[in-house]
Nanobody, 125 residues
Framework: QVQLVESGGGLVQAGGSLRLSCAVS????????MAWFRQAPGKEREFVAG????????YYLDSVKGRFTISRDNAKNTVYLQMNSLKPEDTAVYYC??????????????????WGQGTQVTVSS
């Protein structure tokens, strides 16, 4: 049984930082891309950041480039999202996701087979 468990969300003031973590179990973590998505109330789920199975390739939503950093530790089966200079518009439930196909890196929800339960990030102005 594949499980993704997120942690690290919370309430922060604008300009602050948070670090999200996602621990994966039940599949060979190191051979799948990982990603973070987010969903704000009344909006569709959107891709935020992705990292290839090697960790060498990353891809970001334009509005978070330079502020967010995705990384992975294959020895710990964990992916991270470091979020700096947070803005109120970053408020959302953040989900980690594990890739559907080996060694691919996509930006669509259909590219990911397994999802965490989500963690709330709230940025106050």
């Amino acid at each position: 049984q594949v499980q993704l468990v997120e942690s690290g969300g919370g309430l922060v003031q604008a300009g602050g930082s948070l670090r999200l973590s996602c621990a994966v179990s039940g599949r060979t973590f190191s051979t799948y891309a990982m990603a973070w998505f987010r969903q704000a109330p009344g909006k569709e789920r959107e891709f935020v950041a992705g990292v290839s199975w090697t960790g060498f390739s990353t891809y970001y939503l334009d509005s978070v480039k330079g502020r967010f950093t995705i990384s992975r530790d294959n020895a710990k089966n964990t992916v991270y999202l470091q979020m700096n200079s947070l803005k109120p518009e970053d408020t959302a439930v953040y989900y980690c996701a594990s890739g559907r196909s080996r060694k691919g890196l996509g930006t669509m929800t259909d590219d990911y087979a397994y999802w965490g339960q989500g963690t709330q990030v709230t940025v106050s102005s």
